[in-house]
Antibody, heavy 122, light 113 residues
């Protein structure tokens, strides 16, 4: 059974960079997309970006200039960096596995990490 | 970008009764090449990550009780719970994965009446 375990710094000051990591246990890294999604307190879900096993990435334009998603397949983990954070970046950040097809690209999330709370405060 | 809008924002249903949540997209998410609707439904309970219930608008994820069903096509979709159980209290989200940026509805909070 695939499990995602995530960790990272939880309290940051404005202008700092948040760094989160998600490790994939019990499953293959290839053949899937790997996503980051966030959820501000009391609000809905926002997709941040995706990455495949070869390192190709795709970001939400609303965050693209500040976001980097990277992968280390040798360690079965992928990471998120969001730079120049403000209070608006305060949220629970989730990593999630996305199912996709070999011919058609799609990405719905079938396995989720438990979430990491990131708070930005001076 | 595709905007997903759910209705209602909250819903109270009696145990054993049917619950229905709607989701509408600003453009069709039916892909003509494979005739599939690129829509998923998730359930989120307090303090937990979302859980995948339905994909391709109507395909139930393995292990999801058959009281959950999805329907619709094009721009209008519905999640139905045929006989509400206490453990179904949660927030439900639809998501389109037709095109990036993938987007979620604002959520519908389901409670017991």
């Amino acid at each position: 059974q695939v499990q995602l375990q995530q960790w990272g710094a939880g309290l940051l000051k404005p202008s700092e960079t948040v760094s989160l990591t998600c490790v994939v246990y019990g499953g293959s890294f290839s053949g899937y997309y790997w996503n980051w999604i966030r959820q501000p307190p009391g609000k809905g879900l926002e997709w941040i970006g995706e990455l495949n096993h070869s390192g190709s990435t795709n970001y939400n334009p609303s965050l693209k200039s500040r976001v980097t998603i990277s992968v280390d397949t040798s360690k079965n983990h992928f990471s998120l960096k969001v730079s120049s954070v403000t209070a608006a970046d305060t949220a629970v950040y989730y990593c999630a596995r996305g199912r996709t097809g070999s011919y058609f690209h799609y990405n719905y999330m079938d396995v989720w990490g438990k979430g990491t709370t990131v708070t930005v405060s001076s | 970008d595709i905007v997903m809008t759910q209705s209602p924002d909250s819903l109270a249903v009696s145990l054993g009764e049917r619950a229905t949540i709607n989701c509408k997209s600003t453009q069709s998410i039916l892909y003509s090449s494979n005739n599939k609707n690129y829509l998923a439904w998730y359930q989120q309970k307090p303090g937990q990550p979302p859980k995948l219930l339905i994909y391709w608008a109507s395909t139930r994820e393995s292990g999801v009780p058959d009281r959950f069903s999805g329907s619709g096509s094009g721009t209008d979709f519905t999640l139905s719970i045929s006989s509400l159980q206490a453990e179904d209290v949660a927030v439900y989200y639809c998501q389109q994965y037709y095109t990036s940026p993938y987007s979620f509805g604002q959520g519908t909070k389901l409670e017991i009446k």
